[in-house]
Each structure stands twice: as C-alpha cells, then as structure tokens.
T-cell receptor
Framework: GENVEQHPSTLSVQEGDSAVIKCTYS??????FPWYKQELGKGPQLIID?????GEKKDQRIAVTLNKTAKHFSLHITETQPEDSAVYFC????????????FGRGTSLIVHP | EAQVTQNPRYLITVTGKKLTVTCSQN?????MSWYRQDPGLGLRQIYY???????DKGDVPEGYKVSRKEKRNFPLILESPSPNQTSLYFC???????????FGSGTRLTVV
C-alpha cells in the first residue's frame, strides 16, 4: 500500500514569512494529492489539490508543487497570517484499487503575530 | 449549505454499551468514509463505502461496524466500545474517486 511521510511535524513562523510543508509518497501509481487544513475544533477542510499531470498549482497565497520523479510534493504558504495557524495534512491517492487516499501525520503550523 | 453532519459532537460512554454515531451528507456524494484521529497518528481510515450497500474495511476496522442503506447516511456502530476506542471521529464524503473529501465537524468519543 501507499505510505506518506510528512515533515515537519511542527512549524513556527513569524507573520509575513513563508511556510513550506513537505510530503513524500512511496507508490509511483499515486496520481492525486490533496492538502487539508484543520483548525482547532473543526474537521479538515480541502484547501488545494494537484494531479500528477501538473507540476504546480497556485491559489492566492498557497501553492502546491509536485515532483513525480522524486515522489514528493510540497505546500507553500506565502505572506503567512495568524489565521493560517492550523494543522495541515497532505494525502496521496493511488490510481487504482479502492482509490482511497493515505494521509500524512500532519504539520502544526503556528504563525506568530 | 453543502455539508456533512455527524452527531453527536461529544459522547461519554461506558465500556460495552453499544453506540451509534450518525453521519449524513446532502451533496449526493458516492463515497463516504469514517476516520479516527489520534495524537501523533494523524487520520486513520476505519471503513469506507463506494456506494449504497457497498462497504469495505479501512486500516483500523476492528471493533467497528458500518452500513450504507441510503446514499446520504453512513452510521458508525460500536457494538461493545472499549477504552482504546476513545478518539476523535470524522465522517467524510466525496463526489467520486477523483475528488477530495468534505469532512464533518467531528465526534469526540470517550469510553470509560
């Protein structure tokens, strides 16, 4: 099955700095990579996703990059704000079988004002 | 509003007392799943369903049951809860296999 490693587990930045969270996956058959943001007391919320036919995708201050050769993908947040503080999860989904995504263990991002 | 609704939000129960956590989605999604979230372990899938009457085990199915008799509902059943099932549970649905999940707000379960 798929295995997803996510780093770092905790990330602390100053407001206005950039933040980068990295994930690696094990199965080259994975072709869909969503990212979720979980605020305190809430369920995870899909914030951006990327498919294997694309190398980069942006949505305002967030972007995701994918390197299929190295089997890793990253979430980039620019000009961080205190409301970006949350736990972020990456996931990788295989292109066959049950199509169920495997999640990373999460990164707690803290943005200090 | 498009959403996944799960109830209750909080539940404290005793070992062995059967309980059901309900989950309903109003988006006509095909896929539904149950996850548990524990500190340091992230999100682990318990069961999933690809359509009505089609369910399958996830990574940690022991001690749980599910059913999918209607497209919108996917209840999670603990026949005989034990303290190691104390956790935060999330129900989620997605339109089909090519999309991400919409998660519910969670159910905090404590088994004493």
């Amino acid at each position: 099955g798929e295995n997803v490693e996510q780093h770092p587990s905790t990330l602390s930045v100053q407001e206005g700095d950039s933040a980068v969270i990295k994930c690696t996956y094990s199965d080259s058959a994975s072709n869909y990579f969503p990212w979720y943001k979980q605020e305190l007391g809430k369920g995870p919320q899909l914030i951006i996703d990327i498919r294997s036919n694309v190398g980069e995708k942006k949505d305002q201050r967030i972007a995701v990059t994918l390197n299929k050769t190295a089997k890793h993908f990253s979430l980039h947040i620019t000009e961080t704000q205190p409301e970006d503080s949350a736990v972020y999860f990456c996931a990788a989904r295989l292109s066959g079988g049950s199509y169920i995504p495997t999640f990373g263990r999460g990164t707690s991002l803290i943005v200090h004002p | 509003e498009a959403q996944v609704t799960q109830n209750p939000r909080y539940l404290i129960t005793v070992t062995g007392k059967k309980l059901t956590v309900t989950c309903s989605q109003n988006m006509n999604h095909e896929y539904m799943s149950w996850y548990r979230q524990d500190p340091g372990l992230g999100l682990r899938q318990i069961y999933y369903s690809m359509n009505v009457e089609v369910t399958d085990k996830g990574d940690v199915p022991e001690g749980y049951k599910v059913s999918r008799k209607e497209k919108r509902n996917f209840p999670l059943i603990l026949e005989s809860p034990s303290p190691n099932q104390t956790s935060l549970y999330f129900c989620a649905s997605r339109r089909d296999r090519n999309y991400g999940y919409t998660f519910g707000s969670g159910t905090r379960l404590t088994v004493v």
